[in-house]
């Protein structure tokens, strides 16, 4: 861009921009803030309203109920479980299947990579999906929280463009020297793909992190429900208080849980639930910013080809 | 290079033990395949061999084979039902708005960070554009409930002050699909813009360059320059939001409805998931899901096929 003087209407049109842009930002971020300080704020006392983005009788009380009550403690800790186990196995999983993918001169990759792809554009659907796994007797269990959640073709085909920009000499001339293709995979290819890795990572925990489905649906086990599905439960259980009744979720665990929070003396529901949407974000706000420059790559490279 | 005609001993054999040996040295390759090819053979194509049961009476004792041929009963069924028709209108009615409204959003809000010269502050917003797309639906629709609860919700509290009464607004068909097209375009809007920003730093400068030497303003800019570079991106999303059009959004619409914009609000994800989890439906159930996926594969196979011959780009 040149040097050049800048005219009246290109500073209104900058003026102009910027304060759209900022009212925009203040629309994404400002439902987490009023949830922030409603989360500080004493629960009946914000029955009277008037609290839009700072707490006006702070307390930790709602903090304090969440840590120490159990069912939410542990849905946090099967989410924890969960994310954690996916993560890793799914990254590594997926990366294996990408390397070979990205070996030039396989024998039949046209085929095989066909029979990947077509999954993505057909599949059996959610009853044929639940009978597979009654079938496999892994509904109820912490199985159907992993296993479901392993692949995905569309993580395999960004990691397998980045590995497509990797020199091939790099990998060819330790096959030269004897290397097996395990130890090329590890000492050489992963070593140089963190980038990818990384996006890949939180692609993949965030999406498991994120997922109430899977536990609202096949699991019945209480002690088994991650947190989002808890979420998903305290909600229905709010609107069916509060209106006529809940869009069809089942209902004992929901019962149980209204039963829990009557425990809880001193705290609201409420607050309770939006206290429990802030711890739920917190750990994706405090990693999503600092991967945004390898992110932004996959996307693109995700949206281009195959 | 052997002639026509001659006939070398051996020679074919020769040629097919090569290609053996070549499979061989890739023998580990294989190996690193097995693990995904077992996995999408039981999670991904197993389910697909259960379609079958939408032609069959399933009966879990009687497993997917051994339950009795039904044909096109469900089929039948389903189309033959009223209430049918409305889910797939709602499907439809819902995906149409995303996209007219829904599809513009991201190419709108790229342009605009495009015209931001300070880096910092351009990446800033970004960051924070970004944020609702890594959020679950689920923290998004409790926001919203929240928000707009009749229940000393923030509108209703503010609506409150100014000695309004409360309106609940989730419970509002007419509202629905307002508060649908809202909160997905809240939550997608700065995900989508990454790719047209992409878009944006490949123009080339010289371009503008050039266009202001010939003295052309910036609307004139973005008229004649910007948007034309934008048109194969832009053709292409299009193209493919297209065929996604009987995907309204599980997700987000299941956590939305209520039994108030039941109406309004059932689309064909939420139908088939109440049919046939809810209600034991598994074969009626599994009928619609396979009418909605076999729509689909038709419509990106067309639609790529299209592009394909349009634009050169295509998805394989």
């Known amino acids: ?306 | 290079m052997v002639p026509k005609g001659v006939v070398i001993p051996g020679f074919e054999q020769l040629k097919k033990n090569r290609k053996l040996n070549k499979i061989w040295n890739f023998r580990h390759i294989y190996l690193f395949l097995l693990p995904a090819i077992i996995w999408f053979l039981v999670f991904a194509y197993y389910p697909m061999y259960g379609i079958i049961i939408a032609f069959k009476d399933f009966k879990f004792n009687l497993g997917i084979l051994g339950s009795p041929w039904e044909g096109f009963k469900y089929f039948e069924q389903f189309l033959n039902d009223s209430s049918f028709y409305d889910v797939l209108r709602n499907t439809l009615s819902i995906s149409a708005l995303k996209l007219i409204f829904g599809f513009p959003a991201p190419l709108i809000l790229a342009l605009m960070l495009n015209a931001v010269m300070h880096k910092k502050m351009k990446r800033v917003f970004q960051t924070i554009s970004y944020l609702p797309h890594f959020v679950s639906w689920v923290v998004v629709v409790t926001l919203l409930q929240k928000i707009l609860s009749p229940n000393v919700g923030l509108i209703n509290d503010i609506r409150y002050q100014m000695g309004l009464d409360p309106i609940f607004f989730m419970g509002k068909p007419e509202l629905f699909y307002p508060l649908v097209i809202i909160s997905d375009i809240w939550k997608g809007i700065g995900w989508g813009s990454i790719i047209y920003l992409a878009a944006l730093t490949n123009i080339d400068p010289h371009l503008y360059e050039a266009a202001e030497i010939d003295g052309a303003g910036r609307w004139s800019k973005l008229f004649k320059i910007t948007l034309p570079c934008l048109i194969p991106t832009i053709g292409i999303l299009l193209i493919f939001s297209l065929s996604g059009i009987l995907n309204a959004g599980f997700d987000q619409i299941w956590l939305m409805q209520s039994p108030a914009t039941l109406s309004v609000s059932e689309i064909l994800d939420t139908y088939v998931l109440k049919t046939g989890l809810q209600q034991g439906q598994l074969a009626y159930s599994t009928a619609i899901g396979l009418f909605k996926s076999a729509i689909s594969l038709l419509l990106i196979v067309a639609v790529n096929h299209i592009s394909k011959r349009v634009s050169d780009v295509s998805l394989w």
């Not at chain 1, 496999?136 to 993580?155: A, E, G, K, Q, R």
């Open chain 1, 1 to 306: 861009m040149g040097v050049r003087r800048l005219t009246p209407a290109d500073k209104m049109y900058m003026t102009l921009n910027y304060s759209v842009l900022l009212l925009f930002c203040a629309t994404a971020l400002y439902p987490f803030i009023y949830f922030l300080a409603l989360s500080f704020n004493d629960g009946y006392d914000a029955m009277k309203g008037g609290i839009y983005y700072f707490p006006r009788v702070f307390t930790l009380e709602n903090y304090d109920k969440a840590f120490s009550n159990e069912l939410i403690l542990n849905s946090f800790y099967i989410s924890i479980a969960r994310t954690l186990v996916v993560t890793v196995a799914s990254v590594f999983l997926t990366a294996l299947l990408a390397y070979a993918l990205s070996r030039k001169g396989l024998p039949g990759r046209k085929y095989i990579v066909f029979f990947f792809f077509f999954t993505t554009l057909f599949s059996g659907g959610l009853i044929p999906t639940f009978i597979l796994f009654r079938q496999l007797h892994i509904l109820d269990t912490f199985w159907v929280l992993v296993l479901p959640s392993l692949y995905s073709f569309f993580n395999a085909i960004i990691m397998k463009t980045f590995f497509d920009g990797i020199p091939d000499g790099l990998s060819e001339s330790a096959r030269i020297d004897g290397a097996s293709e395990l130890s090329v995979f590890a000492r050489i290819i992963l070593p140089l793909s963190m980038p990818v890795l990384a996006t890949i990572a939180l692609f993949v925990g965030v999406g498991v992190w994120n997922d109430w489905f899977t536990g609202q649906f096949f699991i019945q086990n209480e002690n088994l429900q991650p947190a989002a599905t808890f979420l998903n439960k305290m909600i229905s259980e709010a609107s069916f208080q509060s209106m006529t009744s809940s869009s069809g979720n089942s209902g004992s665990a929901i019962q149980n849980m209204t039963e829990t929070q009557m425990e809880l003396r001193g705290v609201t529901p409420e607050a309770l639930r939006m206290t429990f949407v802030i711890i739920i974000t917190t750990p994706i706000i405090c990693v999503y910013p600092f991967l945004q420059k390898y992110f932004v790559k996959g996307v693109l490279v995700g949206s281009l080809k195959e």
